[in-house]
């Protein structure tokens, strides 16, 4: 491969057209006309001396040199985006961008911790994007935030873990239920009311199913339902108990809307993680944000959160569990 006269602009064009092998996407997000994506994408060829991408049928790939091009378009600036955020940091302390991402159940907490740290640091500039579990691995593997806040991870040897605060589950129920005031209710008790329980691939759900198969039992699901939310309202109509964690719970505690049960193994305590890739050259911001939540974050997050059931919590695993 020889470079000769590549330019930065075709760099970030070429690390688009690798990321969505699509010249109408990456006309669309650089905006530019198809066709001068295609000259540019033409002349960069020409300076590399190789076929860079090609066409079968509709369907657009990169070739052999395609690939590396893109990994090293990738790495290029990636580097340059760090470099120019520790300038900015080093110029006028903590400032710039810092892109997070979270899985949905996140959306309790960090909006919090970040407006903790932006008190601090108000010339950052965040951008918290709150989605899917599916949608946050890919945006990890793109490479597209500072720090992807998660809980169940991943099998894969190339990221960057590092734990910065509990999850702690709990079982939950309307405030009449017959149930709320009694102690240490046994597990096997529990799996007899009807349940409400997450869809399949939720950590939460996948967390107390474990559990409950650990002492031979299995819950006795009511409904399913696909979000926190909408397993909160249907059991504050008495529709049935569900296991929630307390991050989504502070207001309805705090209103009498729902009630936390005391029941042995519980709260079952997950944990969340701050992850990137590994390698990643975090800049002067990020690492500045992660520094605050694995120093502090667990600190000013209890300061808000309702008071904790008195039963002696269950850990899980520390590798493997959290968010959901």
């Given at each position: ?34 066709p001068?994506?295609?000259i ?7 300076s590399?001396?190789m076929?860079?991408v ?6 657009l790939f ?25 300038m ?11 892109n ?6 996140a ?7 970040l ?9 950052v ?10 949608r946050?691995?890919?945006r ?19 990221l ?6 509990d999850?702690p ?12 005031g ?17 869809e ?20 006795n ?11 909160k309202q ?10 929630l ?9 705090e ?7 005391d ?23 990020a690492r ?15 300061e ?9 919590a269950r ?10």
């Amino acid at each position: 491969m020889r470079l000769r006269n590549v330019t930065l602009h075709q760099l970030r064009l070429f690390r688009s057209l690798g990321t969505h092998l699509s010249y109408t996407r990456v006309a669309e997000e650089l905006h530019l006309t198809q066709p001068a994506v295609s000259i540019q994408i033409k002349r960069l060829e020409e300076s590399v001396g190789m076929p860079l991408v090609e066409q079968m049928g509709k369907r657009l790939f990169l070739t052999e040199a395609g690939r590396e091009l893109f990994e090293a378009c990738c790495d290029v600036l990636e580097r340059l985006r760090v470099l120019n955020e520790d300038m900015i940091g080093m110029e006028a302390g903590v400032k710039g961008p810092l892109n997070l991402a979270a899985i949905t159940t996140a959306k309790y907490f960090m909006p919090h911790l970040l407006g903790v740290f932006l008190r601090d640091y108000p010339d950052v500039e965040p951008r918290l994007t709150i989605t899917n579990q599916a949608r946050v691995l890919e945006r990890l593997e793109n490479n597209l935030d500072d720090l992807v806040i998660m809980g169940t991870l991943p099998e894969n040897a190339g990221l960057e873990a590092q734990y910065f605060l509990d999850n702690p589950l709990v079982v939950v129920a309307p405030p009449d239920h017959p149930l709320v005031g009694q102690k240490n209710i046994p597990l096997a008790r529990i799996a007899e009311e009807r349940f409400l329980s997450r869809e399949p691939g939720s950590g939460t759900r996948a967390a107390r199913s474990r559990l409950f198969a650990e002492h031979g039992l299995s819950a006795n699901i009511y409904m399913e339902l696909g979000s926190s939310e909408a397993i909160k309202q249907a059991v504050m109509a008495g529709m049935g108990i569900s296991v929630l964690s307390l991050h989504n719970l502070r207001l309805e505690l705090e209103s009498g809307l729902i009630a936390v049960l005391d029941v042995e193994h519980f709260p079952l305590v997950r944990q969340w993680y701050a992850v990137h890739l590994k390698g990643k050259k975090l800049s002067n911001t990020a690492r500045r944000f992660l520094d605050f939540l694995l120093q502090d974050g667990a600190r000013y997050w209890r300061e808000v959160q309702p008071h904790l059931p008195t039963a002696p919590a269950r850990r899980g695993n520390r590798k493997k569990t959290a968010g959901g």
